[in-house]
């Protein structure tokens, strides 16, 4: 099948285009956080394509800030392979790299069309529904690695 790679930042770009920000200019796929300390991006390739991303850095988990947390941004699977379990595998690697830095938390801005995809791998909504720039209806999910 495929396998995870890291990568670049600018990698990311392209996918959050087409996935995340269709019709929007490739600027508003610049995340402040891209290069921050701490931040890692992960690709998903078949055959050499990269067909799925998602980027991670360390921030804050507002309702439980004593504990250590790291934060996904931008989770994006190109639409003719989503439904392949990509955003799964790619989801448990950060799990993966999260223990090794002893996260406690992961938690994302999750599109309203996310929740469900989010709750199956064990997040939990918190708060109420919220509206981000160039992106629409989000919740905001949590998933404690540590208890």
Not at 59 to 70: I, R
Not at 78 to 101: D, N, T, W
Request: charged share 25%; net charge negative; aromatic share 14%.
């Amino acid at each position: 099948m495929g396998n995870i790679k890291f990568i670049f930042p600018e990698d990311c770009y392209p996918v959050r285009l087409e996935v995340l920000r269709k019709g929007f200019s490739i600027e508003t796929t610049k995340f402040p956080s891209d290069y921050s300390p701490g931040s890692f991006h992960l690709g998903y390739f078949i055959d050499d394509k990269l067909v799925g991303i998602v980027s991670c850095g360390e921030n804050n988990f507002e309702y439980q800030e004593e504990k250590e947390a790291y934060q996904l941004r931008g989770m994006a699977i190109l639409g003719e392979y989503q439904g392949k379990s990509i955003g799964m595998k790619l989801c448990e690697r950060v799990e993966e790299i999260a223990k090794v830095f002893q996260k406690e938390i992961l938690w994302c801005n999750a599109r309203v069309s996310a929740v469900g995809f989010y709750e199956k791998l064990g997040y939990q909504k918190k708060g109420e529904e919220f509206s981000l720039p160039y992106a629409g209806s989000h919740y905001v999910m949590y998933k404690e690695l540590i208890k």
